[in-house]
């Protein structure tokens, strides 16, 4: 099986890294040198953390976008059992964590998550965090005989790259390891307002009447 390299060692260690590079893709399938067996490599997570320790750990962000995500209720449901439309305070609070392509979990004390957002915010200006929360009290207006409730698109940001990682020792039989197609997903903490904040209603049903009317 072929290496899958990016780019050439610096020159004091050429001779030394030539032929020892090896690429982690996405789904954590591993391409490394034909005389290494799936046994002989790490983790997808094995090599994030290592992170911490390697001589080199550098994201290479790739690309970077906007988006909303999906619309979902935040808070409880308003009941209106009057016979007038009445006003009704609702409390929510949402919290948007990050999550990515290999389902590890990400918090801000990772030195790997340290230096993703490094990399996103050198190349394309913007910030990251691991978890946002936000806090927030909405009166809405329930007409007679209805329940309200409100729904919430949070603004979200997506990065993606690939993480470069140097061993001054062979760490799994190569000093170079490579993560690629590293995808993330979070909080637009530099432009929050391009979510929403809706309001909805619908008429009770008999069972809502049943449960909260009487």
């Known amino acids: 099986m072929a290496f899958a390299r990016r780019k050439?060692?610096?020159?004091?260690?050429?001779?030394?890294?030539?032929?020892?590079?090896a690429a982690l893709t996405l789904g954590a399938s591993l391409m490394a040198a034909p005389q290494a067996s799936a046994a002989d490599s790490p983790t997808t997570k094995e090599?994030?953390?290592a992170c911490s320790w390697a001589d080199l750990c550098q994201f290479h962000a790739t690309d970077y976008w906007t988006y909303t995500g999906p619309n979902h209720q935040v808070g409880s449901?308003?009941?209106?059992?009057?016979?007038?439309?009445?006003q009704h305070r609702i409390d929510w609070q949402d919290t948007t964590g990050s999550t990515n392509t290999f389902g590890i979990s990400i918090s801000a004390e990772y030195k790997w998550f340290e230096v993703?957002?490094?990399?996103?915010?050198?190349?394309?200006?913007?910030?990251?965090?691991?978890?946002?929360?936000?806090?927030?009290s909405n009166?809405?207006?329930?007409?007679?005989?209805?329940?309200?409730?409100?729904?919430?698109?949070?603004?979200?940001?997506?990065?993606?790259g690939w993480?470069?990682?140097h061993f001054g020792k062979r760490y799994y039989g190569h000093y170079?390891?490579?993560?690629n197609n590293y995808q993330s997903s979070g909080f637009n903490k530099d432009n929050p307002n391009s979510g929403y904040v809706n309001f909805k209603d619908a008429p009770m049903t008999s069972g809502d009447r049943s449960a909260h009317c009487n």
């Open 8 to 21: 050439s060692a610096s020159p004091k260690r050429t001779l030394r890294t030539a032929g020892a590079v």
């Open 47 to 49: 090599l994030l953390d």
């Open 77 to 86: 449901i308003a009941y209106n059992c009057a016979s007038q439309t009445n």
């Open 116 to 136: 993703f957002t490094v990399g996103v915010s050198t190349t394309y200006s913007h910030s990251w965090e691991a978890s946002h929360s936000d806090t927030e």
């Open 139 to 160: 009166t809405v207006n329930v007409p007679a005989g209805y329940k309200g409730w409100i729904e919430r698109g949070t603004a979200k940001q997506q990065a993606k």
């Open 163 to 165: 993480y470069e990682i």
């Open 176 to 179: 170079i390891w490579y993560v």
